[in-house]
């Protein structure tokens, strides 16, 4: 469609401006913007509360709570609460009895919440919630803008479809058309109300460059109606504001070629766009089909307009096996006069009518959106301009396409297609006809409903008792923007991290006393609920550690260790806790004094110590809960020096088959009742030589070995001398010929 005819057709009758160039638009300061929002959060240009939930989204007055006390409580006790919190009832509610307390500042709303709530004279405590009109916007215009929302007719709904989706940033619309004014570059200005819309990788398939500038006003209008910046404070609104545009012009001043067409689909394709919109037209050609099936094989939903001249639906939108062809209705949901029909027609979405005002406004039923106040003129600086075709009507449908692919993750053309025309309003002939195609593309309808959320597990799980505020992560699926998370069926601030993850602000309240706590995750209507079964959270009193047994034990050499059993109360049953030995304040084995071990109940622990380089002395045993709760018994644990043994300082030795060898073992730190070992591995056979002890003191011990019973071999002998407590020494005897 050649852009300085067809493209101009779009535009009959349509020099209906409703502002002066937005220049002279005076934007209030932001001390002035609190104001006007009664100094309440939701002021600073925060999105609608979905479904007036309010915490989940912030959207409540800052330091300020409802209160409602009991009945029964004494108005003096009250006073005195209220006093001690250094807070003031600012309102009494006299029929509900509820009171509005203003908080002091540094203190949270969610903090100053759950203190009151847990005082016995509270009957309830809140944040004094803000309730919006649902899908308000700020852009002063959007009010003028019946084709997207209005109560009466003619408007596709994204009032109620914001509640659901805005659109994702990763969620790419090509707009293929006269360019867009998207950048300030050379004698090029941006759209002042595009400066919060997201472009990505912008292409000039006419001149060949990187910079798709419009020269027309066209795909700047369009761009508009897909992603115009919203809830700005300016000018208007569009329907997919959160997604990000991918400026891309093919049609110059005479219009675009086929080839250039090409260019710009395979472009769009190959970048990752998910939507393209195509408000233009023409002829049939193989490039023009090619280019099509390309995109669409690559996962391209394609929106086409399907022309102006009252007649047979344009190509591309034509293509019906790859194309969604968009007709034109008015704001009494008829169709408009120029809009092209036939079998091919899949959809109708306003396009206007401007010799008409039928809604009264004091303005033409055109589609509002900014563009150049000169047609063609770049440098004629901007204003909101009502314009009418089936250019106009495109783009509504590929903005709803990306809130679905945005709200969904599905890309698949042929499914957002089926989509949009089963949840279109019908028009016409009931069922699909050659006028209304499958009627008029509804936002809301086309969004599913949030489902019911649910949780599988919680990081972390639990806390200790009196520590302070910190973040916890949900874990689950079918989480949504605005899913909440409730704490004791209490909501909690919430942050949307993806469908199967979410955060919560928990307050160090929360978490003051032990107990357990019920976390569910509340998805808003429409649909939606909460998600069942709630999930435990446990806040743990710090272990304590009371006694040990054995609690003296003798150090030794090699990969020595001992098994203890400690006692004590609320350790962590079922998790891995971690045991230390210190001694005077440091971690002194070079090792860990105990691997983490299984804890099987909550009031003892059985565990091996590690011993190997544990001095003689004193030792503090610590517990550690894997939620970073500690106990330590000081000075629970006596470690005695092992055996030494220090003569000969030659490897003892005895004769085969001789009985009984008398062997002294000269050294110190033997303890009554001490062992002597001598043995052998052979092929994993343990072979002992028979050891009698004859006579022991702490610094010597006699014993008799019998090299003949069982029949000893030739070579070394480990042998070990193992005191009561479990310390040890070794040597070496070697059986000779």
């Known amino acids: 469609m050649q852009k300085k005819g067809s493209l101009r057709l779009a535009r009959t009758a349509l020099a209906v401006v409703i502002a002066v160039a937005v220049t002279i638009v005076i934007i209030l300061p932001v001390s002035q913007v609190i104001a006007a929002g009664n100094n309440r959060e939701v002021g ?11 915490v989940g989204s912030q959207e409540f007055v800052p330091g300020e709570i409802n209160v409602k006390f009991k009945e029964s409580a004494l108005a003096s006790r009250i006073e005195d609460l209220v006093s001690q919190q250094r807070s003031d009832v600012i309102y009494t509610c006299p029929s509900l009895g509820f009171s ?72 790419i619309v090509a707009v293929v058309d006269s360019g867009v004014a998207y950048e300030n570059y050379g004698g090029y200005t941006q759209a002042p109300d595009l400066a919060q819309t997201n472009f990505v990788f912008p292409h000039d398939s006419v001149d060949g460059d990187g910079h798709p500038n419009d020269d027309d006003g066209h795909g700047t209008h369009v761009t508009g109606t897909i992603a115009q910046s919203t809830n700005n404070g300016l000018g208007v609104a569009g329907v997919a504001y959160g997604c990000s545009i991918m400026p891309i012009r093919s049609l110059g001043p005479g219009g675009g070629s086929h080839a250039q067409f090409a260019d710009a689909f395979t472009w769009a394709a190959d970048h990752c766009a998910e939507v393209i919109n195509y408000s233009g037209g023409g002829s049939d050609s193989v490039t023009k089909r090619n280019a099509c099936q390309y995109a669409y094989e690559h996962g391209v939903t394609i929106c086409a307009a399907s022309g102006n001249d009252n007649g047979a639906v344009d190509y591309p939108a034509a293509y019906d096996q790859y194309c969604i062809a968009v007709g034109a209705t008015r704001y009494d949901e008829t169709r408009s006069n120029y809009s092209n029909f036939g079998p091919q027609l899949d959809v109708v979405a306003p396009g206007g009518d401007t010799s008409v005002d039928q809604n009264s406004d004091g303005y033409a039923d055109g589609v509002l959106q900014q ?134 602000d928990i307050t160090a309240a929360d978490i003051a006393t032990a107990g357990t706590a019920s976390v569910t995750v509340f998805n808003s209507s429409p649909g939606g609920g909460t998600s069942t079964p709630a999930l435990t959270f446990t806040i743990h009193n710090p272990p304590t550690v009371s006694s040990i047994k054995p609690n003296i034990l003798g150090n030794g050499k090699g990969n020595t260790s001992a098994p203890i059993t400690i006692y004590g109360t609320d350790f962590v049953p079922g998790s891995k806790t971690k045991v230390m030995m210190i001694q005077s304040g440091v971690l002194k084995p070079k090792k860990k004094a105990a691997k983490y071990v299984v804890v099987s109940d909550d009031k003892t622990i059985t565990c091996n110590l590690v011993l190997t380089s544990a001095a ?3 030792w503090d045993v610590v517990v550690t809960n894997p939620d970073g709760g500690t106990g330590t018994l000081t000075g629970g644990l006596t470690v005695t020096p092992h055996p030494v ?60 070995l019998d090299l ?27 059986v000779t010929k």
């Not at 405590?125 to 109560?151: G, K, R, S």
């Not at 003619?154 to 990763?170: C, F, K, M, N, Y």
């Not at 692919?405 to 016409?428: E, F, H, M, W, Y």
């Not at 591995?681 to 010597?700: F, G, H, Y």
């Open 645 to 704: 043994i220090t003569r000969p300082t030659t490897p003892f030795s005895g004769k085969i088959g001789t009985s009984p060898v008398s062997l002294t073992l000269i050294g110190n730190n033997y303890q009554t009742g001490a062992t002597v070992k001598v043995y052998k591995i052979i092929k994993r056979v343990e072979l002992d030589i028979p050891v009698t002890i004859k006579s022991q003191s702490a610094t010597a011990i006699t014993c008799d």
């Open 371 to 504: 563009t150049y106040n000169t047609e063609g003129d770049p440098s004629s600086g901007f204003g909101y301009w009502f314009w009418q075709g089936t250019s106009m009507a495109t783009p509504h449908v590929s903005g709803v396409a990306a809130l679905y692919i945005s709200r969904t993750g599905i890309r698949n053309p042929d499914a957002v297609r089926n989509q949009l025309q089963t949840t279109a309003k019908d028009l016409g002939t009931p069922g699909r006809d050659d006028y209304y195609g499958y009627g008029l593309i509804n936002a809301y309808g086309a969004l599913p409903p949030n489902p019911v959320p649910t949780t599988t597990s919680l990081s972390p799980a639990s806390k200790v008792a009196g520590q302070g505020a910190f973040t916890l992560t949900v874990n689950g699926s079918n989480f949504v923007p605005g899913s909440v998370v409730q704490w004791n069926n209490s909501d909690r601030i919430t942050h949307y991290r993806s469908a199967t993850r979410l955060t919560a």
């Open 616 to 618: 003689a002395g004193a």
């Open 44 to 54: 600073l240009g925060t999105r609608v509360a979905l479904n007036g939930r309010g």
């Open 708 to 734: 003949t019973s069982p029949p000893a071999v030739l070579g070394s002998y480990k042998g070990v001398v193992t005191n009561p407590d479990g310390g040890i020494g070794t040597f070496t005897f070697k």
């Open 100 to 171: 509005t307390v203003k908080i002091p500042a540094g203190r949270s709303v969610p903090e100053m919440v759950e203190t009151f709530k847990k005082n016995p004279l509270v009957e309830y405590a809140e944040p004094n919630y803000i309730d919006q009109l649902q899908a308000t916007v700020n852009d002063p215009y959007f009010p003028l803008q019946w084709h997207l929302e209005n109560p009466v007719s003619g408007s596709i709904h994204v009032g109620q479809a914001w509640d659901l989706e805005t659109g994702r940033p990763d969620v």
